[in-house]
């Protein structure tokens, strides 16, 4: 199975509107962490936000917020008004608590921002 | 000050050639990993180095062999290349023991295997 799943492959969203990416994990971890990355057209991997499995508040960062709702076992990243440099890939990722420390990641979504 | 740099950035060659692909990071992390992107952007994980000893190898071919001098380096040996392996090479580095073990990402490496 997935461990991470991003349903959206392609998104639009108006010049200075809000946008929500989807993203749901699976795992029987009680600890993990999960990541959102940014990767632009010149192709860099830019880290946005964390989220920890104990975190009890959503994280925030800026302009980009994580819905993290742990019983759902979702983890979706809000951008807040976009801005036209927000066009880019973004891929949400999952560390598992136990032994290795790699990332999981989902196939990720295109957000287009339109002006 | 570049974080984790990757050398070169782009990589032509002929299937069959052996390849390297070198990595760095100056921020005195102690793991170090190897990931591919393929041609659909799907990033999987590939080698973790730990204080130069090697914790994750996933299934990857023997042909591939990763090599960490120090903890600061490790870099990314490819023999006999073959068209499959055609994809951009990433690595990343993190500090193993964090409350979040943020992974730091180079800028990749864009091989083409002709």
């Known amino acids: 199975a997935q461990k991470i799943t991003q349903t959206q492959p392609g998104m639009f969203v108006q010049e200075k509107e809000a946008v929500t990416l989807d993203c749901t994990y699976d795992?029987?971890?009680?600890?993990?962490?999960l990541f959102w990355y940014k990767q632009p057209s010149s192709g860099e991997m830019i880290f946005l936000i964390y989220?920890?499995?104990?975190?009890?508040q959503n994280a925030t960062e800026g302009r980009y917020s994580l819905n993290f709702q742990k019983a759902r076992k979702s983890a979706n990243l809000v951008i807040s008004a976009s801005q036209l440099g927000d066009s880019a890939m973004y891929f949400c990722?999952?560390?598992?608590?136990?032994?290795?420390?790699?990332?999981?990641f989902g196939t990720g979504t295109r957000l287009t921002v339109i002006p | 000050d570049t974080a984790v740099s990757q050398t070169p950035k782009y990589l032509v060659t002929q299937m069959g050639n052996d390849k390297s692909i070198k990595c760095e990071q100056n921020?005195?992390?102690?793991?170090m990993y190897w990931y591919k992107q393929d041609s659909k952007k799907f990033l999987k994980i590939m080698f973790s180095?730990?204080?130069?000893?090697?914790?994750i190898n996933e299934t990857v071919p023997n042909r591939f062999s990763p090599k960490s001098p120090d903890k600061a380096h490790l870099n990314l040996h490819i023999n006999s290349l073959e068209l499959g392996d055609s994809a951009v090479y990433f690595c990343?580095?993190?500090?193993?023991?964090?409350?979040?073990?943020?992974?730091?990402f180079g800028p990749g490496t864009r091989l083409l295997v002709l």
């Open positions: 989220q920890g499995s104990y975190d009890e």
């Open positions: 990722a999952m560390r598992e608590g136990t032994g290795a420390n790699n990332l999981f």
């Open positions: 795992t029987s971890d009680q600890s993990y962490g």
């Open positions: 990343a580095s993190s500090q193993r023991g964090l409350l979040i073990e943020t992974q730091y």
């Open positions: 180095y730990n204080n130069k000893e090697l914790i």
């Open positions: 921020l005195g992390h102690d793991t």
